[in-house]
């Protein structure tokens, strides 16, 4: 996913890593502000609520999630904005639930979750590779991040 308006943004408010070129948001309120953006996943969510499943930003919303059938894989053109809705959502249960996750953009808009490690998860091509193969399953990369 490119979100340039926000990597502008970020760049505009001095909140770039001077070593990676990268925007790390620093500020707190700025930081809820990213992951309150980054978590609105409109079409994921409205494609889970119609399968009767309701997303709470939980890790074992991410589970339920895997359990769906994949319907979505029968209208070509939503699949991939579906994954990215996925991806970002899986990135926003790992940013809530995680200790020391944080969002991260690279130049162009690319978000990323960096841990606390330091270790980054391109969570947007995960939920890419899930919707459109069903692996990996997002419960299986959220419990790699909250081991790492």
């Known amino acids: 996913m490119n979100i340039p308006f926000l990597d502008h943004w ?3 408010h001095g909140e770039r890593d001077k070593g990676d070129a990268a925007a790390t948001v ?4 700025r930081a809820a502000a990213i992951t309150e953006l980054l978590s609105e996943c409109e079409l994921l969510r ?10 709470d930003d ?9 359990q769906l059938p994949p319907r979505w894989r029968d209208d070509p053109e939503e699949l991939p904005w579906l994954g990215n809705d996925a ?3 899986l ?5 809530r639930t995680v200790p020391g996750a944080a969002w991260h953009i690279w130049p162009g808009g690319h ?3 960096r841990l606390a490690s330091g270790r980054e998860i391109g969570v947007v091509e ?4 899930w919707a459109f193969n069903g692996a990996p399953e997002l419960s299986q990369v959220y419990a790699e991040a909250s081991e790492a």
């Open 10 to 12: 970020l760049g505009r």
């Open 58 to 66: 939980s890790p074992q919303s991410l589970t339920a999630l895997d």
């Open 91 to 95: 990135g926003t249960v790992i940013v």
């Open 26 to 29: 620093h500020d707190p309120e």
């Open 46 to 55: 409205s494609r889970a609520a119609q399968a009767g499943l309701e997303l």
């Open 87 to 89: 991806g970002l959502y």
């Open 126 to 129: 995960a939920g890419v590779e």
């Open 111 to 113: 978000p990323v979750v």
